[in-house]
């Protein structure tokens, strides 16, 4: 990938990130609660395992695995 491309990539990957709502190690059990209709919807960002992104996958949520900014790096 192009050096220009990735810090582009970064640049939306953390904007992405700031405007989430963190919920950290909860984000497999948030992420069914917004599909589901028990939670309001909300862009929210956390981490799951590799198996738990799997199951996600595999009930129709939609999750993109990708490397957050640490919060620090924000502007």
Same mark, same amino acid.
């Given at each position: 990938?192009?050096?220009?491309?990735? =810090?582009?990539?970064?640049?939306?990957? +953390?904007? #992405?990130?700031?405007?989430? *709502?963190?919920?950290? /190690?909860?984000?497999?059990?948030?992420?069914?609660?917004?599909?589901?209709?028990?939670?309001? =919807?909300?862009?929210?960002?956390?981490? +799951?395992? #590799?198996?738990?992104?799997? *199951?996600?996958?595999? /009930?129709?949520?939609?999750?993109?695995?990708?490397?957050?900014?640490?919060?620090?790096?924000?502007?």
């Amino acid at each position: 990938m192009p050096p220009a491309l990735a =810090a582009q990539l970064y640049q939306v990957l +953390a904007l #992405a990130a700031k405007q989430a *709502e963190n919920v950290g /190690e909860r984000f497999p059990e948030e992420a069914r609660r917004i599909h589901y209709d028990e939670a309001p =919807a909300r862009s929210i960002r956390g981490v +799951a395992s #590799a198996d738990e992104t799997l *199951e996600l996958l595999e /009930e129709g949520i939609l999750v993109l695995p990708a490397p957050v900014p640490h919060e620090d790096e924000f502007h």
